[in-house]
């Protein structure tokens, strides 16, 4: 469920030419056109769906590459927050 | 489209006209405020389809460059900034109401709004679009876009400065000490409410609703606030070159404005010219193939220096004609500053002047021979007006056409920043495509666009097949001993002995170093300075100081060169 959450995030707001049906878990986002001021948007777009805050130190390119990346960082953050 | 359009100067503030040509009149004007940043810089010409569309039907509409922006009359250090900024939109609305317009609503977007909310009271109604809760939490977005945007750069060199304390980088764009502590202090929530009743439209990013407490807080203070979703932020701020205004946005604030009939104002009374320290400007227009051709011109206070010559700025991209990271506005003040004048121009399609408003479906625009009409035009008003030498500078496209310009005009020095592509032709467009290819070959967005029918498939194509004809007759060539001459080297070489002192100039690893390489024997390879720790559109901010003494001569004698660099990697940028 959170997965296809964060790939319809994904797919909205960074700006990719590819659909939900095909962007594999692991496909790497920054591959598929993901720059640097999309990844704030769906930054912002996770956070407000989520009701996660990404602290500066996941602000890195690891942390948004892929789908499964973004999932492992918001279960940790939402982990933190119970 | 029966719009005109003037621009001038109120205060310190550059702003744009576009107001009704023969059709009716409302009694609502505009102001647009723009975002900031590097956002500012992909927003900017979708703001100009904006204002055309609100013009048409009937409203006056006032664009403004923030004070630290663009043709703005200041820049990120001054410590006055945030009362600047609140002055530049109080006398802009002041000067509407004193031509007749009995309403004046904002239109904001992004960080532009809390800007607009600082001096809310002087607006009838406000359009505020995908604005942040507080200045805080706008900076939280751009100190994550600069740590994103960093990452992808090459290392800084060892000696490399750092920002003063307090200031901000983002996206090559400077927020100063003065400028982001008053931003830390705007929270929607806690600001004083507009003091009388207001229309708000709140209009949120896309696919979702603005911040509650932004609607809460302005609501407590008697606005009428209507909230949407909100859509076509994205497209606002794709990459200059492709950045485009959503028809559904422009027609929902067509509906939000009041319709009310109203007499025509009394004539803009801007000033023509502002005078910034050492330099002064004013707007230049000129016809152009495509309709008006646009630009700054920029001349030192104390008059030219006897001799003195002449410089022209291109545009990098779709970057308008303050260039990549404002730096060409820097430069063109910092020559003002040693006697020298100058013009930055808008070429066809890009940033005030007339051409087309949609976004460039690919790369030919920027490399096409009107775009060169254009920058040949420039040359010729220049040289009309007494300039007995010019010099060109360019970035990436506008590289190109600073060297399409020398071979065209005498040139006396043409400093030309991380070209890819110095002639325009199948090759061209096949290296082109090959960088895109090679940038990922699994790059589907790029493979999209070319099958979605944003790039010339059969040009493509053609290309391709252009590019594999040539290489074997290279190395056909090269094998009977008699090479075929590169079109490149042969018009560097023309260049050169035509009178043009070639300054080129690469970032460190900038695939422009493995363009020069493929293209010109290193016998006649021209020397390259090198920017190290930037990337292709001179970020960070650091290096902005090297740009400058550059353009201006100064770091002829003390920068790294490059040589021959096997290692340098063409597959991080394509030509833009």
Known sequence: MRFDDIRAIVIEHGRLADTPGTLHPDANLYELGLSSLTTVHVMLALEERFDVEFPPRMLSRRTFESVRAIDEAIAELTAHAR | ?576
């Open chain 2, 1 to 576: 489209m029966d719009v005109a359009r003037e621009r001038y100067y109120l205060g310190g503030t550059f702003v744009v006209e576009h107001r009704p040509g023969r059709g009716p009149t409302r009694a609502s004007a505009v102001v647009l405020l723009p975002p900031m940043g590097y956002e500012d810089t992909c927003a900017y010409r979708p703001a100009r389809t904006l204002a055309d569309a609100l013009a048409a039907a009937g409203h006056v509409v006032l664009r403004i460059d923030w004070p630290w922006l663009g043709d703005g009359g200041s820049d990120a250090w001054d410590p006055a900034l945030p009362e600047r900024a609140a002055d530049a939109v109080r006398t802009t609305v002041a000067s509407l109401r004193a031509r007749g317009l009995r309403r004046v609503a904002g239109v904001a977007v992004r960080a532009g709004g809390l800007l607009a909310l600082r001096v809310a009271d002087r607006f009838d109604a406000l359009a505020l679009w995908a604005v942040p809760a507080s200045g805080a939490a706008y900076l939280r977005e751009e100190r994550a876009f600069e740590r994103l945007s960093a990452a992808r750069r090459p290392p800084p060199p060892d000696d490399a400065p750092a920002l003063p304390a307090g200031a901000l980088e983002a996206g090559g764009f400077v927020y100063g000490p003065a400028l982001v502590a008053a931003l830390e202090q705007l929270d929607v929530a806690t600001m004083a409410p507009p003091p009388r009743p207001m229309r708000v439209l709140l209009i949120g990013r896309d696919g979702t609703m603005p911040p509650a407490a932004m609607h809460d807080a302005l609501a407590r203070g008697g606005a009428q606030v209507e909230a949407r979703a909100g859509r076509g932020l994205g497209d606002l701020l794709e990459d200059p070159y492709r950045a485009r205004l959503d028809p559904a946005l422009r027609d929902a604030l067509l509906d939000w404005l009041d319709p009310e009939p109203g007499a025509p104002p009394a004539s803009a009374a801007g000033a023509t010219r502002l005078a910034i320290g050492a330099a002064v400007e004013r707007p230049w227009r000129a016809r152009g193939g495509a309709g008006e051709l646009s630009g700054i011109v920029c001349e030192p206070a104390d008059g030219t220096r006897p001799g003195a010559p002449w410089t022209l700025f291109l545009n990098a991209g779709g970057v308008r004609r303050s260039g990549p990271n404002r730096l060409w506005t820097t430069a063109a003040r910092a020559l003002a500053a040693r006697g020298r004048p100058s013009l930055r121009v808008d070429v066809r399609d890009i940033g005030d002047s007339d051409g087309t408003v949609e976004p460039h479906r690919d790369l030919e625009a920027m490399y096409a021979e009107s775009a060169i009409a254009d920058a040949v035009q420039a040359w010729d008003w220049a040289a009309a007006g007494g300039a007995a030498r010019i010099d060109v500078v360019g970035l990436c496209s506008g590289a190109f056409l600073g060297l399409q310009l020398a071979a065209r005009r005498p040139v006396r020095r043409a400093v030309l920043f991380n070209g890819l592509a110095y002639v325009w032709d199948d090759a061209a467009r096949a290296d082109s495509v090959a960088v895109h290819v090679r940038a990922s070959l699994l790059d589907r967005r790029r493979w999209a666009r070319l099958l979605g029918g944003r790039i010339d498939a059969r040009r493509v194509a053609r290309a391709l097949v252009e590019r594999g004809r040539l290489s074997a007759l290279e190395g056909l060539g090269r094998l009977a001993g008699r090479a075929r001459p590169d079109p490149v080297e042969q018009l560097l070489r023309a260049v050169r002995a035509s009178g043009t002192t070639l300054r080129i100039v690469a970032s460190e690893g900038d695939p422009s170093l493995a363009y020069l390489e493929r293209h010109v024997r290193p016998a006649e390879r021209p020397q390259v300075t090198l920017i190290p720790g930037a990337d292709h559109t001179i970020r960070p901010v650091r290096a902005h100081a090297r740009v400058v003494a550059l353009v201006t001569g100064e770091a002829d004698h003390d920068v790294p060169t490059h040589h021959e660099d096997p290692t340098c990697d063409s597959t991080t940028s394509a030509p833009s």
